[in-house]
């Protein structure tokens, strides 16, 4: 079974230029997620889709943030403009339901964004 | 706030014996608790998770320790081994059922041949 695909898998960007995040969830999994993690610190998430609607997006910041998720499958996080602060790995993950037995999420292997 | 917090950032075994992660938390609606493990630059992967009502969950060399009154937990690793040298996290997931992960900071483990 193939996992979840992420890309690109580095970035480097200047401060306030964009950039996009592309991810492939397992195929059949109806819930992605996108985690930002700081280096030193536990993921945090961004935002999780439930098919293609939104569930939680309270920690996005969404003046600068936005994702999409069309179709319910693939989905894309964007940072438009970037500041320095952003320099983190962008994980996304994918389960195959809601679970109330404890959520076991499959992550991507992320993609880590330097912003200068 | 720091809901989820795993005090110890690295902790060095030598093979064979015992690695004890420890994990802390502040917020008692907690309904599950999972431990994942992350290789460098790869995603975490699920190791093994615990619901608030048991104290006790063992998977093959892994097992997790829940003591509510503490709020805190622990994951065992009889015998460590050298593939076991990874970054673990802790992570809780709240009564809301929203899916929404907390994680800690993260442990580096080190696993001595």
């Known amino acids: 079974e193939a996992g979840v695909a992420q890309s690109p898998r580095y970035k480097i960007i200047e401060k306030r230029q964009s950039v996009a995040f592309w991810c492939n969830p397992i195929?059949?999994?109806?819930?992605l997620y996108w985690y930002q993690q700081i280096l030193g610190q536990g993921p945090k998430l961004l935002i999780q889709?439930?098919?293609?609607?939104?569930?939680?997006d309270s920690q996005l910041p969404k003046d600068r943030f936005s994702a999409e998720r069309l179709k319910g499958v693939d989905s894309t996080l964007k940072i438009q403009p970037a500041k320095l602060e952003d320099s983190a790995v962008y994980l996304c993950?994918?389960?195959?339901?809601?679970?109330?037995?404890?959520?076991?999420?499959?992550f991507g292997s992320g993609t880590q964004l330097s912003v200068l | 706030d720091q809901q989820v917090k795993q005090n110890s950032p690295s902790l060095s075994v030598q093979e064979g014996r015992i690695s004890i992660l420890n994990c802390d938390y502040t917020?008692?609606?907690?309904?599950?608790f999972l431990w994942y493990k992350k290789y460098p630059a790869e995603g975490p992967t699920f190791l093994i998770s615990?619901?608030?009502?048991?104290d006790k969950n063992e998977d093959g060399r892994f097992t997790v320790f829940l003591n509510k009154s503490a709020k805190h937990l622990s994951l065992h690793i009889v015998p460590s081994q050298p593939g076991d040298s990874a970054v673990y996290f802790c992570?809780?997931?709240?009564?809301?059922?929203?899916?929404?992960?907390?994680f800690g900071q993260g442990t580096t483990l080190q696993v001595k041949p």
């Open positions: 993950a994918s389960s195959l339901v809601r679970e109330g037995a404890g959520e076991k999420l499959f």
């Open positions: 195929s059949g999994h109806a819930t």
């Open positions: 889709f439930q098919n293609n609607g939104v569930v939680d």
């Open positions: 917020n008692s609606m907690f309904d599950y």
């Open positions: 615990i619901s608030s009502i048991k």
């Open positions: 992570a809780a997931l709240g009564s809301s059922n929203t899916g929404k992960l907390i």
